[in-house]
């Protein structure tokens, strides 16, 4: 640490959800240091500009120092029965459609590491995916990797599979999931009264420093360009 820096410190931590194209450049960094995966710039646009609101960035002061990436996806869930006729149909009281979350990315800079960023930064893209109506969420990571283990299943992700070989460096994959419980879905980012026990995890305040951040993220952001249109002119390529 540089003489005269502030220590990393988690009150000074606000997360904000993600809001311009400039942040994508401070994710794809942090998450090209430390993911043993390569992904090219189409994929974080895919993701990111597809489920924007499933995006959340941790910042200290202008710098950015967590990410969290994920998707969403809608499943049919009917099974089809066959009715007296030998015809395939569908129980009518069946729900019609259910959506299950995915985390794709999650970073945290390594001098804020085991300040709880990278839970809360979890905590917020599963109620994220919560309110638009997920009933799951899962991840891979690799089976090596303690924190990451160690993270989710603190928060109550549970080990559904093992993938062999699954990266590109040759290491196994563990599949994790969540559960979420539907029939109390609703909730409301105003209050924390309509939380399961098991995902209720200080909501409010996060969400309240969201929404207080947002004015100093936006002139991180303008910094950004400006600094950025100074030195390239260039806002995202690969
Ligand atoms: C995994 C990662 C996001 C964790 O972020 P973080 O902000 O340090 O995590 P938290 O502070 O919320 O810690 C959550 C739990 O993990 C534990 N943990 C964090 N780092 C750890 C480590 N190096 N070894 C053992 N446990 C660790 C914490 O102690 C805490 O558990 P506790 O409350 O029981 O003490 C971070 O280490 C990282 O960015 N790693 C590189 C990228 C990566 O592996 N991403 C995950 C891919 S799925």
Not at 29 to 36: A, F, N, R, W, Y
Not at 176 to 204: F, Q
Not at 205 to 224: C, F, G, P, R, Y
Request: proline content about 3%; overall charge neutral; glycine content about 4%.
């Amino acid at each position: 640490m540089a003489l005269g820096a502030e220590e990393p410190s988690a009150g000074r931590i606000k997360f904000v959800n993600y809001q311009s194209e400039v942040q994508m450049i401070d994710i794809k960094e942090l998450v090209q240091k430390d993911l043993s995966e390569p992904y090219s710039v189409y994929t974080y646009r895919y993701f990111i500009n597809n489920w924007s609101k499933l995006c959340f960035l941790a910042y200290d002061k202008n710098q950015c120092v967590g990410a969290i990436v994920c998707k969403l996806d809608a499943r049919d869930t009917r099974d089809p029965v066959k009715s007296s006729m030998g015809m395939e149909t569908y129980d009518s009281n069946a729900p019609v459609i259910t959506y299950k979350g995915y985390i794709a990315m999650l970073v945290v800079k390594e001098e804020y590491r085991k300040l709880k960023i990278g839970s809360n930064l979890v905590k917020l893209a599963v109620n994220a995916m919560r309110e638009s109506r997920a009933d799951e969420v899962v991840l891979e990571t690799e089976v090596t990797n303690k924190p990451a283990l160690k993270l989710y299943e603190n928060l109550g992700f549970l080990r559904d599979k093992r993938l062999f070989r699954y990266y590109l460096n040759g290491v196994d994959a563990l599949r994790l999931k969540l559960w979420i419980d539907t029939s109390k879905r609703e909730c409301d980012h105003g209050t924390a009264t309509n939380i399961p026990e098991t995902l209720n995890w200080g909501l409010t305040s996060a969400m309240a420093s969201l929404s207080v951040d947002n004015t100093q993220t936006k002139s991180a952001i303008s910094e950004k360009t400006s600094h950025d249109n100074n030195t390239t002119g260039v806002i995202a390529s690969d």
